[in-house]
């Protein structure tokens, strides 16, 4: 009795899909396509006059001032020591104090920075406890004054036997960054 039960429900099942199937079918009413561009596009010819371009078939050139590279914005200051004390002497950050997140900037620091020059900017960063690099200097060293534009520039560019980290932090973060060290150059000169 159990077996047959079993079976009667499986041709119950199937028959309750075949009823199902069946009455969704309408051949009364046609089918419609609701995109039909996308399933029958239109075939167009390289160079083929278009309505599309104002100035017939040039392309447009992009807006005036506009940058099609993504959020890059280039950094027009130069890698030379000149640009360097260019930068430490007029290169401001864009970022008004609102702006500024020290919980983002903070774990970008640890990140990229904590590693050489020590999560307190003391200079005594993992690598340099290890000794695998010699002569990071500390934030509040006597007779280095560093603004935030030799902060952005070293980090844009580099100095020394550090590499550049333009590639690793877009420029609002690099600024974030700046504002972070800063804060540890103040902690360290109280």
Known sequence: MHINMKTSLKYIVVLVMLVGFVSCQNNSKPNYQFM?????????????????????VQ????????????????YEIEDTNEGFEFAKANLKSPLDSTQVDYDRGGPLYAIYCGICHGNKGDGKGKLVDREKILGVP?????GRSITEGSIYHVIYYGKNTMGS???QLNEEERWQVVAYVQKLKADLEK
């Open 165 to 167: 980290y333009a590639n």
């Open 36 to 56: 039909p561009d996308m399933y029958e596009s239109v075939g167009y010819e390289t160079y083929q006059e278009s309505d599309a371009f104002a100035n017939g």
């Open 59 to 74: 392309a447009q050139l992009p807006a005036e001032g506009t940058i099609p590279r993504g959020d890059f914005m280039p």
């Open 138 to 142: 500390s934030y509040d060293d006597i």
